[in-house]
């Protein structure tokens, strides 16, 4: 030992001829990503870091000897300061704490593990079905190409003993060499960089951000379906959205704040959480045309016919009993003001008596007549007596159907109010159908086509980050 190291300098050159450079290969060999913070974009690796050079002023005989090898410590020989460029820390982990290994013609071996946190240019774009490309560039930071020329000594990075990541698969790490000529110097400064490929384990994030986002945003469907009367509607709508809003949140801590690109997954929330604000006011729209009818406004024509009679059919929203009764009801007046109607011709008005009306007929009459609250209680009136009455006796007659008719208006008024609040409640109910039917094809085609972009990564994605 003290033969071979005799006049050695570890801080020096180890070149004989002045016109050659030393040839320093560099071998990565990747063991375990530790983790990949995407916030803070570093990325955090258990690496072993293999470097051969040849060092001619250690050589001996090793048939004389019989030494094969020797491992020195690392102060005694001369040792490539090979630098990481993106390091997150300040130096190489390990570099200094492990021998190198000495051969017979020189050959110097230096392995040693590494931990190595490097900043990482992170995508997220696709998340989580993204696809990672970090690069780990080696240089040496004093020693320019035409003193110590660093080369890669496998076209990719050894990945046999790799640990598998409950997160990260790794795809690959392929090597490329580059020179690089400064503006501060005129010598060219070779680097080595490893492509670290890592594909993300996507499970976790469907079943703890995706799904639940779709379930949530779903259930503001059934907001739709619940009666107004509930007076749950908008609550149901708000809870929603809060949720949608926490699940956002949590996405946006995950992600690194970076204003270039924004993950889709992002998009997809924020278009959930538009749509659920939509249907909120969707909602309160409903509400609105369901206590309208409370103030007395009576319906519009043209939307009774627009909405009632032809959406109405289409979207299968049937009719209460007290709108189809008022439709029987018209008709029949209709049919009873014409003049052929059974019976009607053959009253003499001008006669004391009652013509040959059906008794059936009349039966029939005064049963209408009682089920739709004396709509022809006037008619009353013009009904002959077949027998001779006193005077008393006819203005108490006249006195009763005078009352009549008062009760009859009164009826007659609140009959028309709740057929107003009836209408007005059934525009309602239709117009929540269509809400309904628009939000359902509105979310579907948001999740469909945001969810497809999303698992559909650019293949070329790992080529795009080498160049």
């Known amino acids: 030992m003290d033969e071979l190291f005799e006049g050695y300098s570890p801080e020096v050159l180890p070149r004989c001829n002045p016109r050659d450079a030393v040839q320093v290969q560099l071998g990565l060999a990747v063991r375990q990503i530790v983790e990949l913070n995407e916030p803070m974009q570093i990325l955090e690796t258990n690496t072993w870091v293999r470097m051969v050079w040849n060092d001619c002023q ?27 460029y993106d390091n997150a820390k300040n130096v ?15 050959d110097v071996y230096y392995n040693f593990p590494s931990v190595i946190r490097s900043l990482c240019k992170v995508d997220v774009t696709y998340f989580p079905f993204d696809t990672q490309v970090c690069k780990l ?35 690959g790490v392929p090597t490329e060499r580059k020179e690089i000529i400064y503006q501060c110097c005129p010598e060219p400064y070779p680097d080595v960089r490893f492509y670290v490929q890592m594909r993300r384990k996507p499970l976790f994030y469907v079943l703890n951000l995706i799904f639940p986002c779709t379930l949530i945003s779903t259930m503001a469907f059934l907001g739709f379906l619940l009666p107004p009367d509930a007076g749950e509607k908008v609550s149901l709508e708000i809870t929603v959205l809060l949720s949608l809003a926490v699940f956002l949140l ?35 729209t409903v509400l609105n045309l369901h206590f309208k009818g409370q103030f007395g406004k009576r319906l519009p024509p043209w939307v009774r ?23 029987d009801m018209k008709k029949l007046a209709k049919a009873y003001d014409n003049p052929g109607f059974p019976g009607r011709s053959t009253i003499d008005e001008d006669s004391n008596h009652n013509g040959p009306i059906d008794a059936g007929y009349r039966t029939a009459m ?89 698992t559909s990564a650019d293949p070329d994605v790992m080529h795009l980050h080498m160049e």
């Not at 250690?58 to 094969?68: C, S, V």
């Open 137 to 171: 560039q080696f240089g040496s930071w004093s020693y320019h190409g035409w003193d110590l020329n660093l080369t890669r000594k496998n076209p990719a990075a050894d990945t046999s003993s790799f640990v598998a990541n409950g997160e990260w698969d790794i795809i």
């Open 305 to 327: 016919l627009v909405f009632l009679d032809c959406f109405g059919r289409i979207l299968l929203v049937k009719k209460t009993d007290k709108l189809t009764k008022c439709d």
């Open 366 to 454: 005064t049963s209408v007549l009682s089920d739709h609250s004396g709509d022809k209680m006037a008619d009353l009136k013009d009904v002959k007596l077949d027998f001779d009455t006193s005077t008393e006796v006819m203005s108490l007659l006249k006195k009763q159907l005078d009352c009549l008719d008062k009760i009859q208006d009164h009826m007659e008024e609140r009959r028309r109010e709740s057929l107003g609040m009836d209408e007005w409640r059934k525009l309602a109910q239709v117009l929540d159908r269509i809400f309904m039917v628009l939000f359902f094809l509105f979310q579907f085609g948001t999740s469909a086509l945001i969810l497809v972009r999303i």
């Open 58 to 84: 250690l050589t001996w005989n090793a048939t004389e000897t019989g030494i094969k090898n020797i491992a020195v410590p690392y102060h005694r020989v001369w040792v490539p300061d090979i630098t990481l």
């Open 92 to 106: 190489l982990g390990g570099l200094q704490q492990y021998r190198p290994n000495i051969y017979p013609n020189g």
């Open 250 to 284: 949590v996405v946006s801590e995950t992600m690194p704040a970076d204003s270039e690109t924004f993950p889709y997954i992002g998009v997809y929330f924020a278009c959930a959480m538009g749509l659920v604000s939509l249907s909120c006011l969707m909602t309160v």
